[in-house]
C-alpha cells in the first residue's frame, strides 16, 4: 500500500528527528513552517495597503524559494543515505558515518525551517507603519503561537487541540455580513486559545514533569475550548460554510481520517478527466463510481468517528502507568480504531481502483499510468517522486 511505504518514510524520518511517528506526515514535513494559508490568513490581520500587499507577496515569494532550496538539500541528504545504505536479512543499514550524515541533514532541515519563518516575519513586520505593528502585529504573533497546535502529541486517535478556528472561518473567505456574525466568536476564541498556549511555549522544549504537566494540562485546555467554539460558530454560519468548517476540523481533529479525504481513485479520476479520448459515457461512469465511494465512505467515516470517540474516552481515564501498559499490548484501543477503520477504507479503495481502470481503454491507461496501465503502480511512484 501507498500509504504503508510513506508511512515507513515518516518511521525513519521520525527516529532521527525525535518527532513521534503517525505525528506528521511526509507532504507536512516538506511543507513550508509558513504555509498560503498561514499567510493568508497573516495579511488578513494587517489589512496592509496595496503597495504593501504587493511588497508583501514578493516577500513570501523569496521566502518559500528559499524553502524549496532548503527541501532539496534535505532529499539530497536522504539520497545519499539511500545510496550508502545496504540491504541486510530484509533490513536497509548504513555505516555509522552515513546514519551521522542524514542525521545531520535532518537537524539543519528541522532547524531552518522555523528559523526562516521568523525571518519572513520579521521582515515582514518591518514593512508596516508604527499604526499598524500595534494590536495587528500581536494578532500575528498569536497566530504563530497557534501552530503549536499542529505538532502537540497526544497518545490518541482523536486530536481536537490541532485545531484552529481561526485559520478555519478565515479560509472560509466569507461575505462581510456573513464573517461579521462569527467575528465576536472568533475574537473571543483567539484569546482564549492564547492563554494555554503562552503557557506551553514558555515550557517548549522541556522534558521535566512540571513542563510535561504544563503541556497535558494545556492540550486539555485547547481541546475543550476548540469544541465548544467550533458548535457555537457552527449555529451562526449558513448551512453550506457550517458544513465546509465543521469537515475542516473534524480533519484537523480526527487526524487519521484527514487521510480518507483524496486517494488513489480520486486521483485517477481526476488523471482521466484530463483525457481527450475520455467519451461522454466513461465520464458519466467515473462520476457515479466517485458518488458511490463518496457516499460510502462518508457513512464510514460517521462511524469511525464515533469509534475514535469511544477510544478516545478509554484512553483518557487510563492512568500514566496503564497508558504505557496498554500500548505494548495489541488489543489497545488507539491501535484497534486505526487499525479496524482503516483498513475497512483501504478496502473500498482497493476494490475501486480496478473499477476506475476497468471504464478505460488499455490504450487510455497506458496514457495516463505508463508503462502498463496500474493506476496503484503509478500512484506508488508518484509517492516515491516526492524525495526526487
Known sequence: ?????????????????????????????????????????VVARLELTKEQREAADRLYEG?????????????????????????????QQASPEAVKALEETNTRYHERK?????????????????????????????????QYMDSLLWRSPVEWHRVDLVRGVLLLELPAEEFAKVRGLVDEYELLIDKPLRRMEAVAGQKGEDAQRVWLEGALELRAINRRHLRLVLQELPEAPAARLKRWAHDRAYWDLSFWAETSTHIGAADARKLDSLTKEQEAQIAALLAEIDKRVMELRAQAEKAYEEADEKMM??????????????????????GEWGQKHDEIYSGSEPRLEAILTMEQRKELWPPNGSLREAMIARSRKRWE
Open 1 to 41: 500500500m501507498i500509504r504503508n511505504w510513506v508511512l515507513g518514510v515518516v518511521v525513519a524520518m521520525a527516529l532521527l528527528t525525535g518527532r513521534a511517528a503517525g505525528q506528521t506526515t511526509l507532504m507536512e514535513t516538506l511543507a513550508p513552517a509558513l504555509s498560503r494559508d498561514d499567510y493568508k490568513v
Open 63 to 91: 521566502y518559500l524559494a528559499e524553502h524549496a532550496r532548503s527541501v532539496a538539500a534535505f532529499k539530497q541528504g536522504w539520497k545519499e543515505w539511500n545510496k550508502a545504505a545496504v540491504w541486510v536479512d530484509g533490513q
Open 114 to 146: 522555523p528559523g526562516a519563518q521568523k525571518e519572513f516575519l520579521r521582515d515582514l513586520k518591518s514593512m508596516l507603519e508604527e499604526s499598524q505593528a500595534g494590536d495587528k502585529w500581536e494578532r500575528v504573533e498569536r497566530h504563530v503561537r497557534r
Open 317 to 338: 481515564r487510563m492512568s500514566e502507568r496503564e497508558y504505557k501498559e496498554a500500548m505494548e499490548r495489541p488489543d489497545n484501543p488507539l491501535v484497534l480504531a486505526t
